[in-house]
């Protein structure tokens, strides 16, 4: 499956984005979904996962409260939708898609892999 993610961008402490994942190739609904993130010097990190049909969400404690991950299997998108946004949460982010279900906050058992945006949050 080909991932494509988009709306990241520059924006202010306190604010909010909305990422997109567009994905292709193979039928999307038989992944699971999930945002990472990797800041410089830094180890990519678990943001938020959503399985197969949307039922089950989970989420890194850092943006627990904060960030929405949800999905829509008839137009093979994920989505993260961020808000309160602090400083910290500056980091390239990454959407994946896993066939399996156990440890998905493992970046190392994911199959695929978008090429990742931008998100700035300036103080």
């Known amino acids: 499956v080909q991932l494509q993610a988009s709306g990241g961008g520059l924006v202010q402490a306190g604010g909010s984005l909305r990422l997109s994942c567009a994905a292709s190739g193979r039928t999307f609904s038989n992944y699971l979904m999930s945002w990472f993130r990797q800041a410089p010097g830094k180890e990519r990190e678990f943001v938020a996962v959503?399985?197969?049909?949307?039922?089950?969400?989970d989420y890194a404690t850092s943006v627990k409260g904060r960030f929405t991950i949800s999905r829509d299997n008839a137009k093979n998108t994920v989505f993260l939708q961020m808000n309160s946004l602090k400083p910290e949460d500056t980091a390239v982010y990454y959407c994946?898609?896993?066939?399996?279900?156990?440890?998905?906050?493992?970046?190392?058992?994911?199959?695929?892999w978008g090429p990742g945006t931008q998100v700035t949050v300036s103080s």
């Open positions: 959503v399985n197969s049909d949307g039922g089950y969400t």
């Open positions: 994946a898609a896993f066939t399996g279900t156990a440890y998905y906050s493992n970046y190392r058992r994911y199959d695929y």
